[in-house]
Each structure stands twice: as C-alpha cells, then as structure tokens.
C-alpha cells in the first residue's frame, strides 16, 4: 500500500509538499508539472519547480518527490527528462490528466487522451532514452469529452513502458464534480499488467476504505482532501497499521498554519505569495472546519504578511486555551 501525494498545478507546491509531509501518512508525492515546449529547462527551472531535487529528491521530511512533465512534444520531453535527471532527479512522471484550459489548448495533458496512439509515443519515446534504473509513471483522467478510450489510453501508457498508472476517475469535461467513477478505475486495473493507484474525491477516511473496495487497487492518491484535511494521510496510515484512529484537533491544526504561513515567508517574503497562500488554504479548509472559516474572516482583508501573522499566532494560542479547558 502506497499514500501518494497529488500534484495539483497552484495548489500543492513545494511548500504544501513539505508541510503535508511533514505532517505525515505519505510515501510520496510528485510535483506539479514541469511544462515542456520548444526550451529546455535549466537547472535554475527545474528547482524552481521541484526544489526536492537539491535535497535528494525528498521533502524536509524524508518523503520521496516525484518529478512530473507535461507536453506533447515526444523528443524535447525526453531531452528535458535527461536534464532533470542529469540535475538529480530519479523519477518522472508524465501527465495526460491536467483539465486547465490553457493547457490543452497547447497539447498538453487532458486533451491527449483524444490520441491513444501519441500517448504511447510519448511514453514510448521516454522509456526508449531514459536510464533503466529511472522510473517512469504516468496520470491520466478517464478520458476528454467521455470514457470511450479510457482503456485504450491506459494500455498505451503501460504498452509505452511505464511502470505504473495513477487514474484520476473523471474526465476532462467533468473536471471535479462529484462523482468521481471508481468503478472505472477497476476495469482500467484489470485491463493493464502495471500497478494502478486510485484517484479522486477521497476526502475522508471511509471515502479511502470505500474506493480501494471498488476499485480494487492498494494504492491511493490524494489531493484536494489532503488539503482540506491535512491529517487525512495521517488517519489513513494509522487505520492501515491497526492503530487507533486519532483525527487533529483544531490547535494542532492551527500550529500547522503557522507553520505553513512561516515556510511560505521563507520561500518569498517580499511578494503577495505567503498571505495569498494563506488565504487560499483558509478558503479550502473551510469547508470542514468551522474554525478555519473563523480564521479566515479574521485575515480576509489584511495583505501585509506583518498584519497577518499576529492574528494567527493569536488564534493558535486561542485554540490551545480551550484545548486545555475542554
């Protein structure tokens, strides 16, 4: 069994990377995607994208990271995957799943799953120039408009030579309404030889013991539920261990965003980026967490990160003072 991290582009970067994992439950994680064009990326790129690569493509807290691709073109991806490699990268993994308009528009992720046959080429392509020892993973989605070539596409990239498949349980168009098809996600794992990791809408615990039931598959990835719920991982590897399910308390959850808010100051301090991360994880959390919503509120008009990080540490003291009256 295997926790995986989703790489989910604005959302889940280096900095959500090192927190969630610090926090614990996952074995890996893959980064958000590395666009290949008609440029091949320098160093400089690469860590911008994936700083992991520098610290032995780990996390702070010793979780592996996965560099992810996405693009079309078969020849300059491979030229792009020896750099990385070259730079220290030790596993690539290539997208066929990315939603976002302006991505397919350019041919690249979700909209390649209309072309089975250039999919394999690409995988194809990859596995012929890389290194054997490098492995070599792919993302998909079900399929673009429907699920017609949802098996096609999933033969093509295990045909290609990659050594296992992570599958989103939507298509494109359906982007992230509920709900995700699981039962999908078995016919693709019985059609392929390759490990296939489940994908989409595992928000809680029971939402990860009900998807490995219908789908079949021992391994799991989460995204927008990892966000929302940041010990979800967590709660998951102490139910797969038989320990006892212990779910955060909202203190405990309040250091994490002084945590987080204190990384993304490390990150960038000069620019909008840490209280508009901040904002953006509140607004996500909030959906579970009544406090979260609170905390919010409280932060909503502020944009100087000196304004915001009284509040949260005020907040964070708050929530251990009725821990302990509890």
């Given at each position: 069994m295997q926790l995986i991290l989703a790489p989910m582009q604005g959302l889940v970067d280096d900095v959500m990377r090192d927190l969630l994992t610090r926090i614990g439950g996952f074995d890996e994680c893959v980064s958000e995607f590395v666009r290949i064009t008609h440029t091949v990326h320098s160093r400089q790129t690469w860590l911008k994208y994936v700083p992991e690569i520098a610290n032995g493509n780990r996390t702070f807290a010793g979780i592996p990271c996965t560099v992810q691709l996405l693009g079309s073109d078969a020849d300059n991806m491979a030229v792009n995957a020896l750099e990385a490699i070259r730079f220290g990268a030790d596993k690539i993994d290539l997208n066929f799943g990315c939603p976002a308009p302006t991505v397919n528009k350019h041919k690249g992720g979700a909209v390649l799953l209309k072309e089975p046959e250039l999919i394999y080429h690409i995988v194809r392509t990859l596995r012929q120039n890389l290194p054997a020892e490098i492995p070599l993973t792919g993302k998909m989605r079900l399929g673009y408009e429907d699920k017609t070539l949802a098996l096609e596409c999933a033969a093509a990239i295990a045909d290609g030579g990659a050594c296992a498949l992570t599958v989103h349980a939507r298509t494109k168009v359906e982007g992230y309404e509920p709900p995700a098809h699981w039962e999908w996600l078995?016919?693709?794992?019985?059609?392929?030889?390759?490990?296939?990791?489940?994908?989409?809408?595992?928000?809680?615990?029971?939402?990860?013991?009900?998807?490995?039931?219908?789908s079949g598959c021992e391994s799991v990835m989460l995204g927008r539920g990892a966000v929302m719920r940041p010990d979800l991982a967590r709660q998951i590897k102490q139910f797969e261990q038989n320990q006892?399910?212990?779910?955060?308390?909202?203190?405990?959850?309040?250091?994490?965003?002084?945590l987080f808010f204190d990384l993304c100051l490390a990150k960038e301090a000069n620019n909008k980026y840490p209280v508009a991360r901040l904002k953006q994880w509140l607004g996500m959390m909030k959906k579970v967490y009544p406090q979260a919503g609170e905390l919010f509120e409280s932060v909503r008009t502020l944009k100087e990160a000196d304004d915001v990080r009284p509040v949260l540490q005020a907040f964070e003291r708050q929530q251990q003072e009725l821990v302990c009256l509890a």
């Open positions: 078995r016919r693709i794992r019985e059609a392929v030889t390759i490990p296939v990791t489940a994908n989409g809408d595992v928000f809680t615990l029971q939402d990860y013991i009900d998807i490995k039931n219908v006892a399910v212990s779910e955060a308390n909202f203190a405990e959850i309040a250091g994490w965003i002084n």
